[in-house]
C-alpha cells in the first residue's frame, strides 16, 4: 500500500460513517465512482477530493472532521437559516431598490418575489438561502482543501 493508505482508510471511514455507506460498493455509488475505480484508489491511497468535498458539502459533514476526526461530524455544519428563522414578506424592505447600489441582482430578486402571494413568497426564499448556503458550505470546503495543500507543500 502507498504512504496515502492510512489518510484514505481514515478518511473514507469517517465518510462512510457520516454517509451511513456500510459497504465500499455503497460509497463508492455515492461518490460516482465504479467499484473497480474506487478500488484502485483505494490501493493507491489517493482520495477523489473533487468528489469526496461536494459529496461531504451536500451532507453538511465538517471537513475538519473528515479529514482530522477531531471534531464531531455535524460540527462544522450549520442549519438552515430558514429552519430557525422563517423568512417572509415582512423582511423584505419596503423598496427593493435600497439595495440597488451594493446589488443591484438582489433588488432585482427582491422586486420579483414582492409581487408573489407571501406563500410563494416564503417558499422562494426558502429555496435561495437553501442554494446559497449549499455554495457557502462548498467554497468554504475548497477554501479548507486549499489551505490542507498549502500545509502539506510546505
Do not use: N
Not at 98 to 122: F, N
Not at 128 to 148: F, V
Request: glycine residues 8%; proline residues 6%; negative net charge.
Amino acid at each position: 500500500m502507498s504512504d496515502g493508505a492510512p489518510e484514505w482508510e481514515a478518511v473514507m471511514g469517517r465518510l462512510a460513517d457520516a454517509t451511513g455507506a456500510g459497504t465500499d460498493a455503497a460509497l463508492a455509488r455515492m461518490l460516482g465512482l465504479s467499484t473497480g475505480d474506487f478500488a484502485q484508489r483505494k490501493k493507491r491511497g489517493k482520495i477523489p477530493w473533487d468528489r469526496v468535498i461536494p459529496l461531504a458539502g451536500s451532507r453538511m459533514v465538517s471537513l475538519d472532521w473528515l479529514t482530522t476526526g477531531v471534531a464531531a461530524p455535524d460540527a462544522g455544519a450549520r442549519r438552515p437559516i430558514h429552519d430557525d428563522v422563517p423568512v417572509t414578506a415582512t423582511q423584505l424592505p419596503d423598496d427593493p431598490a435600497q439595495m440597488a447600489g451594493r446589488q443591484p441582482r438582489v433588488a432585482a430578486l427582491l422586486g420579483v418575489v414582492a409581487a408573489l402571494s407571501p406563500e410563494a413568497q416564503d417558499a422562494v426564499l426558502s429555496e435561495c438561502l437553501s442554494r446559497a448556503e449549499a455554495a457557502q458550505r462548498l467554497a468554504e470546503l475548497e477554501r479548507r482543501l486549499e489551505q490542507m495543500d498549502e500545509q502539506r507543500r510546505a
